[in-house]
């Protein structure tokens, strides 16, 4: 201010008017440049607390789910490593006994599965089966099978199907992600298959069979059969055929009734002349040791699955009917699980638990 003043003492005494007005407007101008560029660098900083805040609000909303679930979690005790996904009710064949029947056509969208599973395993799923119907309808189920093993990472990835619609390039695209393929298998006679419903030729399903135990070997992938004891077939013996295919295990089934699928008003199948008694199918069993059958009758069958519908609801089998709880996409997997029913007990003493991975065995941790 002191240079100012002295400034002010060379200038003219009838031009200081005119020097202090364009002094005035200097300072206006130099003080709003400064005001304006103060704001330009505030507001990203701004902008950026903003980010950051609804950053930190993400956190705490993923921190306070985390912990909700964590908490649903130790609540809980149901135990949701093995899933049977039964990604569709469409199926090229007609079994009698069948008990998922073609109620629905509905499918998942990719997206929505892929969701679906990645939940599964946050809540702790380790195996994924894929089921139907006849999962080979749904188009993308290669697609879901890679990204359970590769992004998923889970220890197996399993596939139950009639075999029909298989082809070998599948297992030449797929084959590395998938641990297990079971193939349902009846009957080595085909007059017998062709009464069950299994195919309409039964000599086409049983080249298949084999066609598939090959590419098993070929593609490194288990090969599993599983057998549905019936008054169809509870008489025959297959020791010859299932030693010569040489699964990796065996599953053989007691012929089961549900109401609403294959038994009473509503239901799409009438297996009621298809079931066997107890000791019918104990004789199988015992016919047929020396391939050592894993056997299921009905009561081991009854709520020892995680069973989950097109729609990702887990189905409750009470009262001999299948009943849904809410879907997993809406509820969670922790809400849903606890109104599925599901007997631990019952899955481990079926041997729920098995060598169910190509690379890990789960009994090694
Ligand atoms: S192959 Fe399976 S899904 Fe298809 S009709 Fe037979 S039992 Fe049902």
Redesign the pocket.
């Known amino acids: 201010m002191e240079s100012l003043s002295l400034l002010t003492l060379y200038i003219p005494t009838d031009q200081k008017s005119n020097f202090l007005q364009l002094l005035g407007l200097l300072l206006i101008y130099a003080l709003s440049a400064h005001l304006l560029k103060k704001r330009k660098t505030i507001t990203p900083n701004r902008l950026s607390t903003q980010v950051q805040e609804h950053n930190v609000g993400i956190i705490s909303e993923t921190t306070s789910s985390s912990t909700s679930n964590t908490t649903q979690s130790m609540d809980s005790s149901i135990n949701c490593e093995s899933v049977n996904y039964h990604m569709t009710r469409l199926?090229n064949?007609?079994?009698k006994f069948?008990f998922?029947t073609a109620k629905s056509s509905f499918v998942l969208p990719l997206v929505e599965a892929k969701l679906g599973l990645a939940k599964l395993k946050e809540a702790g799923m380790k195996k994924i089966n894929f089921s139907?119907?006849?999962p080979f309808t749904v188009k993308y189920l290669g697609e879901l099978v890679a990204y359970c093993k590769t992004e998923l990472q889970l220890e197996s990835v399993t596939i139950v199907s009639?075999g029909s619609l298989i082809k070998e390039e599948w297992f030449q695209k797929y084959g590395d992600f998938l641990d297990i393929i079971a193939i349902?298998c009846d009957s080595f006679v085909e007059s017998t298959l062709e009464t069950i419903?299994?195919g309409t030729s039964g000599s086409a399903h049983i080249r298949k069979l084999s066609n598939i135990a090959e590419w098993c070997k070929k593609y490194n992938v288990m090969f599993k059969i599983n057998t549905v004891v019936n008054s169809a077939n509870y008489l025959e013996d297959m020791n010859k055929y299932i030693k010569e295919l040489n699964p990796c295990r065996w599953k053989v089934f007691q012929c089961l009734l549900i109401d609403g699928e294959n038994a009473g008003e509503e239901a799409l199948r009438d297996a009621s002349t298809m079931v066997v008694t107890s000791e019918q199918f104990d004789q199988f069993i015992s016919r047929h040791a020396e391939n050592n059958p894993v056997p299921e009758n009905n009561e081991d069958m009854r709520n020892s699955y995680l069973i989950l519908d097109e729609q990702m609801r887990f189905l409750k089998n009470t009262n001999g009917r299948k009943e849904p709880t809410k879907s997993i996409l809406d509820v969670g997997v922790q809400v849903a699980l606890n109104d599925a029913g599901f007997d631990e007990k019952a899955f481990r003493r079926r041997g729920g638990k098995y060598k169910w991975s190509k690379t890990i065995d789960p009994f090694d941790y």
């Open positions: 199926c064949y007609k079994c069948c998922h139907g119907g006849e009639n349902s419903g299994r």
